[in-house]
């Protein structure tokens, strides 16, 4: 197979580096010009292990496809991506990411066997996935040109010189936040934090999750006739958010007595924190500098995986730059098909009836409920050591039922805990819970 290498130096760190690489929307918008289009698989948002994406491009008139999928994936050090059908006969892209004194050294090693002369790798070589200072890697070489037969070793090499693409502060292809601190980023973790809700109780960052996705909305205020309307939007999205296994929480510089009316007044079902002193708000650096009168937090929103991993982010300075609601829907649905298994469950079922335990949700830990007959239903994060098999966990909230472990299984360095209902089931023909969706918390 003919090998092309890359070396890129860039001012950022690895884990941004990382995220950016796997990144549909940035790929697109570096190629907008060419018209490049994601058709097929994942066709936004951050690629994970497993996730699939076709590629569709014109170049030099000639219509070309190239599905790839993610083999290797190991945040924020490695990944490959291999070619599933294509031009070629084979193909695979390894990204390696280290961390260097400017920032990141980023090596790309790009491997490919064809039959086509050289002419014909340059007319038909659609893009390959999203990397920094790649664009295309095909028909690349320190001469210009691929050798003929594209037999051997070509080495291209960018000179060694920081990349201007990302410096400072936060900016990602999919929203418009510039204006936080460089960890607040796709693939890490929002910092934890603890404040009083709009009843006075102190409520920390996992108590609002609940171990589920997190829209997690920091908000000017009451007076904002703007923030009225983003607001509304949420409550309007309330229930299929909550009900689905997702949590909504907003943070304000307002009182608790003030955040408890303008909640109320809304009608949310979800809480609302309140930053006084303005201690989180500056931690995060997510002041509206310019009003001086209210100091409020800028209008962002962040939505968080399972484990409390920044998935997607917005700004909302202008009205516009607000996720709409098929915006959080996608980032949403995208978390829920990246950590559960069970959202193809045919295909989970008819391979044995739960997924491995590295499948899914990227913790050390989780549960998994089943079914009587061992059917994966759902999967979650599990706080600290495995119990033991036999030991109750928790109950239904539907039969009142306990979960129970029936198995504790360990591979590739994750342990499962597998979970069954004891006891009969219920006889009763009627539903044991609400036939109307009620409110999932109750209103204070």
Same mark, same amino acid.
């Given at each position: 197979?003919?090998?092309?290498?890359?070396?890129?130096?860039?001012?950022? /760190?690895?884990?941004?580096?990382?995220?950016?690489?796997?990144?549909?929307?940035?790929?697109?918008?570096?190629?907008?010009?060419? %018209?490049?289009?994601?058709?097929?698989?994942? $066709?936004?948002?951050?690629?994970?292990? %497993?996730?699939?994406?076709?590629?569709?491009?014109?170049?030099?008139?000639?219509?070309?496809?190239?599905?790839?999928?993610?083999?290797?994936?190991?945040?924020?050090?490695?990944?490959?991506?291999?070619?599933? *059908?294509?031009?070629?006969?084979?193909?695979?892209?390894?990204?390696?990411?280290?961390?260097?004194?400017?920032?990141?050294?980023?090596?790309?090693?790009?491997?490919?066997?064809?039959?086509?002369?050289?002419?014909?790798?340059?007319?038909?070589?659609?893009?390959?996935?999203?990397?920094?200072?790649?664009? *295309?890697?095909?028909? $690349?070489? *320190?001469?210009?040109?691929? /050798?003929?037969?594209?037999?051997?070793?070509?080495?291209?090499?960018?000179?060694?010189r920081p990349s201007p693409l990302v410096r400072g502060r936060s900016h990602h292809p999919f929203d418009?936040?510039?204006?936080?601190?460089?960890?607040?980023?796709?693939?890490?973790?929002?910092?934890?934090?603890?404040?009083?809700?709009? &009843?006075?109780?102190?409520?920390?960052?996992?108590?609002?999750?609940?171990?589920?996705?997190?829209?997690?909305?920091?908000?000017?205020?009451?007076?904002?006739?703007?923030?009225?309307?983003?607001?509304? &939007?949420?409550? !309007?999205?309330?229930?299929?958010?909550?009900?689905?296994?997702?949590?909504?929480?907003?943070?304000?510089?307002?009182?608790?007595?003030?955040?408890?009316?303008?909640?109320?007044?809304?009608?949310?079902?979800?809480?609302?924190?309140?930053?006084?002193?303005?201690?989180?708000?500056?931690?995060?650096?997510?002041?509206?500098?310019?009003?001086?009168?209210?100091?409020?937090?800028?209008?962002?929103?962040?939505?968080?995986?399972?484990?409390?991993?920044?998935?997607?982010?917005?700004?909302?300075?202008?009205?516009?730059?607000?996720?709409?609601?098929?915006?959080?829907?996608?980032?949403?649905?995208?978390?829920?098909?990246?950590?559960?298994?069970?959202?193809?469950?045919?295909?989970?079922?008819?391979?044995?009836?739960? !997924? !491995?335990? *590295?499948?899914?949700?990227?913790?050390?830990?989780?549960?998994?409920?089943?079914?009587?007959?061992?059917?994966?239903?759902?999967?979650?994060?599990?706080?600290?050591?495995?119990?033991?098999?036999?030991?109750?966990?928790?109950?239904?909230?539907?039969?009142?039922?306990?979960?129970?472990?029936?198995?504790?299984?360990?591979?590739?360095?994750?342990? !499962?805990?597998?979970?069954?209902?004891?006891? /009969?089931?219920?006889?009763?023909?009627?539903?044991?819970?609400?036939?109307?969706? /009620?409110?999932?918390?109750?209103?204070?």
């Open positions: 197979m003919a090998l092309i290498e890359l070396d890129t130096l860039i001012e950022a /760190p690895p884990e941004r580096c990382f995220d950016l690489s796997l990144s549909v929307d940035l790929h697109l918008d570096a190629a907008a010009a060419t %018209g490049e289009r994601a058709v097929l698989g994942a $066709t936004s948002g951050l690629l994970r292990l %497993g996730d699939a994406v076709t590629w569709e491009a014109r170049q030099f008139g000639l219509g070309q496809r190239l599905s790839v999928r993610i083999t290797k994936y190991d945040r924020p050090r490695s990944f490959r991506d291999e070619m599933t *059908s294509g031009p070629f006969r084979q193909m695979r892209h390894d990204h390696w990411f280290d961390e260097d004194d400017v920032g990141t050294s980023m090596r790309d090693a790009f491997e490919f066997s064809t039959a086509l002369r050289p002419l014909d790798l340059l007319l038909l070589a659609p893009s390959s996935p999203p990397t920094f200072g790649d664009s *295309s890697l095909l028909g $690349t070489s *320190s001469s210009g040109v691929l /050798p003929r037969g594209a037999a051997g070793r070509v080495t291209s090499t960018i000179p060694r418009s936040c510039t204006a936080v601190r460089d960890d607040l980023a796709p693939g890490n973790r929002f910092p934890p934090f603890s404040l009083p809700d709009h &009843t006075g109780a102190e409520v920390a960052l996992a108590d609002l999750a609940q171990g589920h996705p997190l829209v997690l909305c920091f908000v000017r205020g009451w007076w904002c006739p703007k923030e009225q309307v983003r607001l509304r &939007t949420l409550v !309007a999205m309330q229930e299929e958010i909550q009900r689905e296994y997702g949590r909504i929480a907003v943070v304000t510089v307002d009182s608790p007595y003030t955040n408890g009316a303008f909640r109320a007044g809304l009608g949310a079902a979800f809480p609302f924190l309140a930053d006084e002193e303005r201690r989180l708000a500056q931690e995060l650096d997510a002041i509206e500098v310019p009003d001086t009168k209210h100091q409020p937090f800028l209008p962002l929103t962040f939505v968080l995986d399972s484990t409390g991993r920044i998935h997607r982010s917005w700004c909302g300075f202008w009205f516009w730059g607000n996720p709409t609601p098929e915006e959080l829907r996608l980032a949403l649905r995208e978390i829920t098909r990246a950590e559960q298994p069970s959202y193809d469950p045919q295909a989970v079922w008819d391979r044995g009836g739960s !997924a !491995a335990p *590295s499948a899914g949700i990227d913790a050390p830990v989780v549960w998994i409920r089943e079914d009587g007959d061992g059917r994966e239903i759902q999967r979650g994060v599990h706080e600290g050591e495995p119990p033991e098999v036999g030991a109750e966990v928790s109950r239904s909230t539907l039969d009142g039922r306990p979960w129970v472990v029936e198995s504790i299984e360990r591979g590739n360095d994750r342990v !499962a805990v597998h979970l069954r209902k004891a006891g /009969p089931p219920s006889t009763d023909p009627l539903p044991q819970h609400h036939i109307t969706a /009620p409110l999932p918390t109750q209103v204070n």
